[in-house]
């Protein structure tokens, strides 16, 4: 009676292997394997923009060997005319305080303490080029998902 060594697939079976192997979708990697989270310490920021879509890039010099900037991408929560450190909300741990010395005088933002979004490198936008997506908005954990859209 033929076995399993008698059937069609014998000796083709490390071939089948490799080839599944490719079929399957690998699962996007988290955040923080690929980004070094110390990058991202918000007292650290060296400089800020004003995106199109009104949320703040926060923009950290490379650590070490990393030479593309890290990125950050918060809410904007309010902006306040004007130089503010003393409103309520600043001493909140939910929120950061970011001013700006803008063409018209000094803006106050208040952003959301935890990025929407994670990046390496910068485009002409100020988007980050490779991007991670945080839906929660809790921080680099390993919850992050990688933007397919690149």
């Excluded at 292997?17 to 060296?46: E, H, K, R, T, Y």
């Excluded at 199109?52 to 010099?61: K, T, V």
């Excluded at 309010?78 to 950061?96: C, F, N, Q, V, W």
């Amino acid at each position: 009676m033929g076995g399993f060594r008698d059937g069609p697939f014998f000796g083709k079976i490390p071939w089948v292997i490799p080839l599944l192997l490719l079929a399957v979708p690998l699962p996007s990697w988290s955040c923080d394997s690929q980004l070094n989270p110390q990058a991202f310490q918000s007292n650290v920021s060296n400089h800020n923009d004003l995106l199109p879509n009104g949320m703040m890039a926060l923009r950290y010099a490379g650590t070490g060997d990393e030479v593309s900037p890290h990125v950050s991408v918060h809410r904007v929560m309010m902006t306040l005319p004007g130089r503010h450190l003393t409103i309520p909300e600043a001493k909140d741990s939910k929120y950061l305080v970011v001013e700006v010395d803008g063409t018209i005088g000094w803006i106050t933002y208040l952003v959301a303490k935890h990025a929407l979004f994670y990046g390496v490198g910068q485009d002409s936008l100020g988007f980050p080029k490779k991007m991670w997506i945080d839906s929660e908005e809790d921080g680099l954990n390993g919850n992050e998902h990688l933007n397919g859209l690149e």
